[in-house]
């Protein structure tokens, strides 16, 4: 009986995790209706945003497929982030580029925030 709840548990722990992998389109398709939202896009700035996503988190996931260190895929995943924000830059109106930027100071913030938080595992 045991064997078996374990079973199922390991299971259902795999399925979850497969589940939490977007692909590169789902991926491109949230981050643009995110920022369709919050910036109030135009119809031709959004289709302009998606395909700024989608060729970025592409990019992404083809060069995490060769299991790069984790130093490098930082490296690879910063220079992909400065690309697209200089094309997002030439996409959106001073005023909605300045409120992207804003908006990901805030994030970026949070994010540290909820690190220092954590327990240090090293310890």
Same mark, same amino acid.
């Given at each position: 009986?045991?064997?078996?709840?374990?079973?199922?548990?390991?299971?259902?722990?795999?399925?979850? +995790?497969?589940?939490?992998?977007?692909?590169?389109?789902? !991926?491109?398709?949230?981050k643009?209706?995110?920022?369709?939202?919050?910036?109030?896009?135009?119809?031709e700035?959004t289709?302009?945003?998606?395909?700024?996503?989608?060729? +970025?988190?592409?990019?992404i996931?083809?060069?995490?497929a060769?299991?790069p260190?984790?130093?490098?895929?930082?490296?690879?995943?910063?220079i992909?982030q400065?690309?697209?924000?200089?094309?997002?830059?030439?996409?959106?109106?001073t005023?909605?580029?300045?409120k992207?930027?804003?908006?990901?100071?805030?994030?970026?913030?949070?994010?540290? !925030?909820?690190?220092?938080?954590?327990?240090?595992? !090293?310890?």
């Amino acid at each position: 009986m045991n064997k078996l709840l374990l079973l199922i548990f390991l299971v259902a722990l795999n399925l979850s +995790a497969a589940a939490e992998k977007k692909t590169p389109t789902e !991926k491109a398709k949230g981050k643009t209706d995110e920022m369709q939202q919050n910036l109030q896009l135009s119809p031709e700035q959004t289709k302009k945003i998606y395909d700024i996503n989608l060729k +970025a988190y592409t990019s992404i996931s083809e060069y995490d497929a060769t299991n790069p260190s984790k130093k490098l895929k930082k490296k690879q995943k910063e220079i992909v982030q400065d690309l697209r924000d200089d094309q997002y830059k030439k996409t959106l109106t001073t005023a909605q580029y300045k409120k992207y930027k804003d908006i990901k100071k805030k994030e970026k913030e949070e994010e540290k !925030k909820l690190k220092e938080q954590k327990p240090d595992k !090293k310890k």
